[in-house]
């Protein structure tokens, strides 16, 4: 069993920039790849970018490539997102995810654990 838990969500300008944070707790955190997703209100969970256990590969969907960056601190039992240059359309809750099996990041239903996700209201 592996709880996760987002925080640094908030209220920022469009051009601005969050750090978003996901603590693990529970089972051994390296052994898991993790992700972050977002969602907007009647839109399905969206793929933003993935981290293998080891942090040597990271993902991303291509409308974040050069803005985001995912990164794995495994002593920590942390996995980050930063998020800089952020525009109007990245306005969504972020959710972390947890994997322990092989397959593509983005697709939702692979993923064993989640968080409670975090607000991310980006403003014009």
């Known amino acids: 069993q592996v709880q996760l838990v987002e925080s640094g969500g908030g209220l920022v300008q469009a051009g601005g920039s969050l750090r978003l944070s996901c603590a693990a707790s529970?089972?051994?955190?390296?052994?898991?790849?993790m992700s972050w997703f977002r969602q907007t209100p009647g839109k399905e969970r969206e793929f933003v970018a993935g981290?293998?256990?080891?942090?040597?590969?990271?993902y991303y969907v291509d409308s974040v490539k050069g803005r985001f960056t995912i990164s794995r601190d495994n002593a920590k039992n942390t996995v980050y997102l930063q998020m800089n240059s952020l525009k109007t359309e990245d306005t969504a809750v972020y959710y972390c995810?947890?994997?322990?099996?092989?397959?593509?990041?983005?697709?939702?239903?692979?993923?064993?654990?989640w968080g409670q996700g975090t607000q991310v209201t980006v403003s014009s």
């Open positions: 529970g089972r051994a955190f390296s052994t898991y790849d």
């Open positions: 981290i293998s256990r080891s942090g040597g590969s990271t």
């Open positions: 995810a947890a994997k322990d099996v092989s397959g593509n990041y983005n697709y939702v239903r692979i993923y064993s654990y």
